[in-house]
Nanobody
Framework: QVHLVESGGGSVQAGGSLRLSCAAS????????IGWFRQGSGKEREGVAT????????YYADSVKGRFTISRDSTKNTLYLQMNSLKPDDTAMYYC?????????????????????WGQGTQVTVSS
């Protein structure tokens, strides 16, 4: 059983920073893809940043490039999302997700149905 738990969300003013964490448990869990998604109120869930684990490739949504950085600590089974220069449009519930199978297409397209395991989410609110 895979269990993902996000933390680090909160309320910040525009221009501020937050660092999200996602702790993964499951002794035999070896995800091929891991990433962050978000869903704003009344909006569809969208990919934010993903890692294709074996080669270590990272992919970012155009809206966050240059502002967000995804990273992982495999020794701690933890995924991070450093978010800088936050904007009100970044306000959303942020979810950590993992996929058993991955490819460059899956990781770059950030297609949510390809990810089987999801956390409960952590809320990020950015005020202007």
């Amino acid at each position: 059983q895979v269990h993902l738990v996000e933390s680090g969300g909160g309320s910040v003013q525009a221009g501020g920073s937050l660092r999200l964490s996602c702790a993964a448990s499951g002794s035999t869990f070896r995800p091929a893809c891991i990433g962050w998604f978000r869903q704003g109120s009344g909006k569809e869930r969208e990919g934010v940043a993903t890692i294709y684990v074996p080669p270590g490739y990272t992919y970012y949504a155009d809206s966050v490039k240059g502002r967000f950085t995804i990273s992982r600590d495999s020794t701690k089974n933890t995924l991070y999302l450093q978010m800088n220069s936050l904007k009100p449009d970044d306000t959303a519930m942020y979810y950590c997700a993992a996929a058993v199978y991955c490819s460059t297409e899956i990781a770059s397209r950030q297609w949510a149905p390809s990810f089987q395991h999801w956390g409960q989410g952590t809320q990020v609110t950015v005020s202007s």
